[in-house]
Every structure is written in C-alpha cells, then in structure tokens.
Nanobody, 120 residues
C-alpha cells in the first residue's frame, strides 16, 4: 500500500488560487491512477478529479471543471491539484487517493487530508 503525504491548502479569498500537493512513497507510483476528493462539513466525501498513470487522461467533477487542474510528476512521485477561481463552496477537507483500476475508483490508499477554506 502506498503512503501519501499531502501539503498545501489553507485560507484564501473567493476568486483566489491554491495548489495542493500529494507526495507518494514506493516504487510503483508511476503505475497508479491518482485522484482528489473532498469532504465539506456535514456532507459526504465527493470526487473532485483523477489522472491516469501517465497523465494522458484526466477526469473532473462538473463543479470544478474549468477551474481546477490535476497533474502529476512521476519522477517526483507527486500529484498536484491547482485550484483557481475558488468559491466559498469549495471549502472542504481535500484528500488525495492512489491506486485505482479506473479514473473513478475505488482507490486503495488515502492521504491524511488538508483543509481548504475559501472566504467570501
């Protein structure tokens, strides 16, 4: 099972940008589909974005399409989520996830989560 360590996040005003990073351990990162999910207070965890093992395919939730970009750097074993034009409704704990047979999961490993707060 791969270990995932997240960084980034924080407090930003609406319309601002943040970048989340997720660093993985292990030698097989380059073979993993990677994803980002989020969970807002009182809500279920929801899918945000996913990227295939070589970055050739990506998939986004409709709510973030055109604003968020998922990318990966396989030599650095890191996946990123660039978030632009942030809205208060993007406020949530964001989780990275690794190792799924498809872009939509299920994912086998999860990061510790990082808080993103967007103020209006």
């Amino acid at each position: 099972q791969v270990q995932l360590v997240q960084s980034g996040g924080g407090l930003v005003q609406a319309g601002g940008s943040l970048r989340l990073s997720c660093a993985a351990s292990g030698r097989t990162f380059s073979t993993y589909t990677m994803g980002w999910f989020r969970q807002a207070p009182g809500k279920e965890r929801e899918f945000v974005a996913a990227i295939s093992w070589n970055g050739g395919s990506t998939y986004y939730a409709d709510s973030v399409k055109g604003r968020f970009t998922i990318s990966r750097d396989n030599p650095k074993k890191t996946v990123y989520l660039q978030m632009n034009s942030l809205k208060p409704e993007d406020t949530a704990v964001y989780y990275c996830a690794a190792d799924s047979p498809t872009l939509l999961g299920p994912f086998a490993s999860w990061g510790q989560g990082t808080q993103v707060t967007v103020s209006s």
